[in-house]
């Protein structure tokens, strides 16, 4: 289905929501899979004195670790950013240490963000524009494919992704018909099973979200996993940048994770 599989994302968790499914058939077709992550989400709670990012940052590569077992294991390389840093930082080797990346793992595909970054997420644009220079100047044959969202998704889920200020205000979603998409992964059954645990593994990140919403509706949220090829992709203007703040934001404004204790 992709061959060998690299995604790069921002922050733990990312890879578990947007391509958990996607990784275990990858690893059970016997695909080599990889995972870059930039930062370690040390921000990543609404409880900064009782998590602060030292102690945060070590639970994070814990979840991170067990998350990617669960989906049937995966190299992994930490690029060590600060969390909510990445628009800040240094373009020119940012985008160099990605293409030295491709180069190394070879991939036959390349998942991560659209522009839009999926919630207006600063890390998540930037990660995506990093990603997407890289690409193009390592002038590897991979394809390069951006999470995206459908029509059906939206229609499904809209009232709860308003319900937990998933985007961030002047980011509109990305949407992205069926028919125009590179990959569509429906995770049912045992797929499901295993996409169900890789996010419960980064529970600092999803405990709370998860007793929020309950236990089934949460499963299904998330069980379908979209990809559109970057010279397919459409970027819609916002009304504004999405307001830069640190830490993963699948429970948006709400602040909604909780971090399990230690």
């Not at 049937?72 to 240490?97: C, I, K, M, N, Y």
């Amino acid at each position: 289905m992709t061959g060998a599989l690299l995604g790069i994302w921002a922050h733990p968790d990312d890879e578990a929501y947007l391509s958990a499914g996607l990784m275990a058939l990858a690893g059970r077709a016997g695909d080599r899979v990889a995972v870059v992550t930039a930062t370690r989400g040390e921000h990543g709670t609404d409880d900064p004195r009782t998590w602060p990012p030292d102690r945060l940052a070590p639970l994070r590569e814990r979840e991170l670790a067990e998350s990617l077992r669960v989906v049937g294991g995966a190299e992994h390389t930490w690029l060590g950013f600060a969390d909510g840093t990445l628009g800040e930082a240094d373009r020119r080797p940012a985008v160099a240490t990605l293409q030295r990346m491709i180069e190394h793992h070879r991939p036959d595909t390349v998942v991560t963000f659209g522009p839009d970054g999926m919630t207006g997420h600063d890390d998540h644009r930037t990660i995506s524009s990093w990603v997407t220079e890289a690409w193009r100047r390592s002038g590897t044959p991979a394809a390069l494919w951006y999470a995206t969202l459908t029509p059906e998704f939206h229609a499904r889920w809209g009232s709860l992704n308003e319900e937990v200020g998933l985007w961030f205000a002047g980011s509109p979603p990305p949407v992205t018909p069926v028919t125009d998409l590179a990959a569509h992964v429906v995770c049912s059954g045992d797929l499901l099973d295993v996409k169900h645990r890789a996010l419960r593994a980064h529970a600092s990140q999803t405990r709370a979200l998860e007793t929020l919403v309950g236990t089934e509706a949460y499963r299904s949220w998330w069980s379908t996993e979209s990809f559109v090829a970057a010279e397919r992709a459409v970027t819609r203007p916002s009304a504004q940048a999405g307001r830069r703040r640190p830490g993963s934001t699948y429970a948006g404004r709400r602040r909604l994770r909780r971090p399990a204790s230690a």
